[in-house]
């Protein structure tokens, strides 16, 4: 989809309601509401994050949404695709500052070339505890990326034509952190397996989009 086109409809979703859990429950690991009933307590104290679901014009002004593929390491979300993003600051006055800076630290992307067009709905992450808070934002700007490789392995530069078919999810077996392999819903995208917290964010968008493109 041209750029300016996706532009001109999105601009619409700031007055739109989140379509919310209904939507994240679609791209839901079989265990979910388990694990929310067991962690309640704990999600009382949840450490904070913000990520950016950030789209751009491509060089033919092809629109296009940014992921990123996690460095290999000891940690719950290790070799996992995500949207850039991190953990809240104590100097972050808040946690749409902590999604831009972070897609800043992560990508290369200026804080002060995003447009944030909406918040979209908070989700809960049992493995590593932590609630995030998701912004949808926009760059008019073909970015130059440029990754941080203490924590970034690759960029994925998603077409949102791909990103919007229907056709690109599916269900896969994967292994989880609770060491068990289940089947889960997932995208298919540029040959990355997306599934969990990333899937079911991915969703709400999808769905939210969809009410305007």
């Known amino acids: 989809m041209n750029f300016e086109t996706f532009i001109k409809s999105v601009s619409k979703i700031k007055n739109l309601n989140l379509p919310g859990e209904h939507s994240q429950f679609k791209m ?3 265990f979910r509401r388990d694990l929310i009933d067991e962690n309640r307590e704990k999600m009382k104290h949840a450490r904070k994050a913000g990520v950016m679901a950030l789209f751009y014009p491509n060089v033919n002004d092809e ?4 992921l990123i593929l996690r460095k290999t390491y000891k940690g719950v979300h290790s070799a996992q695709v995500g949207f850039p993003g991190g953990k809240f600051e104590n100097d972050d006055p808040h946690l749409e500052y902590t999604a831009l800076r972070e897609t800043q630290e992560e990508v290369g992307v200026s804080i002060n070339t995003i447009e944030v067009l909406k918040p979209m709905t908070p989700l809960y992450i049992p493995p590593s505890n932590f609630t995030v808070a998701p912004f949808l934002g926009i760059t008019h700007q073909t970015p130059q990326f440029i990754k941080q490789d203490e924590e970034v392995e690759d960029l994925i530069e998603v077409r949102l034509t791909d990103f919007i078919n229907d056709a690109n999810t599916t269900s896969v077996e994967v292994m989880t ?5 289940i089947e889960v819903p997932a995208f298919m995208l540029n040959g990355h397996v997306v599934w969990g917290a990333t899937a079911m964010m991915l969703s709400e968008l999808k769905d939210l989009l969809k009410k305007v493109l």
């Open 177 to 181: 952190s609770y060491k068990t392999e």
């Open 63 to 66: 629109t296009y949404l940014i």
């Open 28 to 30: 839901s690991p079989p």
